[in-house]
């Protein structure tokens, strides 16, 4: 579960280059709901990220998960219960590290740390029954350092490292965006796979509105830091691309002459 309590964010307050970036956000997050985030650049839409993940704090509000303050909990604490996927499949791995070092990383995340062998026979094999499911025979390359994969590989064990503590909260920052078709289309799947199967409470930002509308139970959209739009389960399913454009336009009460200005189809 999360609560999102009057967040409120100022980027270089009293200067000429003043911007707010989240202005009085209030969100909640109940337990298995997966939430899709549209919006233009600069809505707010990756700050909204950092300021759950703990990688930015506040000017106020309180973050809360599982019904803990987390407000003030540090980045790195926050990640024992938070996993977190980026637009970028550099960002998630350890390109110098084999992939089942990166693996054992990932799942000692929320574990006490002892001097213990990292990886026994019995946790080798359920590496390899947990790369099985991504279908890229990853399975068979635990050995290989991961900075050998292709970007789509890679994402691929982001996520599934991202989920393999069955986190409190899953946030998916564009995470397909800087993939081919191809592999955004498989990276899709494998998402919605895994989510679905552990229940996990999801917040996921794209650009691709039909991926918005395709995936999750819950869509909100962010424009000039605030959530202008909140769409629930009963409502998602009717939506269309053309409604989400023409209510946006509704909202804001401007005429959009291109929809790529706002996201891409």
Do not use: C, W
Request: no cysteine; glycine share 6%.
């Amino acid at each position: 579960m999360l609560k999102l309590e009057q967040i409120n964010k100022i980027f270089n307050e009293a200067t000429l280059d003043e911007k707010i970036a989240l202005d009085q956000i209030n969100l909640e997050l109940n337990s298995g709901d997966f939430v899709t985030v549209i919006g233009s650049n600069g809505a707010g839409k990756s700050t909204l990220m950092n300021m759950i993940s703990g990688a930015l704090m506040p000017d106020f509000g309180n973050v809360v998960i599982d019904g803990k303050n987390v407000t003030k909990l540090p980045e790195f604490k926050r990640s024992q219960f938070i996993g977190r996927v980026f637009q970028d499949p550099m960002a998630g791995t350890a390109p110098n590290m084999t992939i089942e070092e990166n693996l054992a990383m990932a799942y000692s995340r929320n574990k006490k740390r002892g001097l213990r062998k990292g990886v026994d026979k019995k946790r080798r094999e359920f590496f390899r029954e947990s790369l099985e499911s991504l279908h890229l025979n990853l399975e068979n390359r635990l050995n290989a350092k991961v900075g050998l994969l292709s970007g789509g590989e890679r994402q691929a064990l982001s996520l599934l490292m991202a989920t393999f503590t069955n986190p409190s909260i899953l946030l998916l920052d564009e995470h397909t965006a800087a993939l081919d078709p191809s592999r955004a289309e498989l990276i899709t799947n494998l998402t919605k796979q895994l989510v679905e199967k552990d229940k996990l409470t999801t917040l996921m930002v794209t650009h691709n509105m039909q991926q918005a509308l395709d995936l999750g139970n819950r869509l909100i959209m962010m424009d000039k830091g605030q959530i202008i739009l909140e769409v629930d389960s009963d409502k998602k399913h009717e939506l269309t691309i053309d409604k989400l454009m023409a209510e946006f336009q509704r909202i804001r009460g401007e005429k959009m002459t291109d929809d790529k200005a706002l996201l891409t189809i």
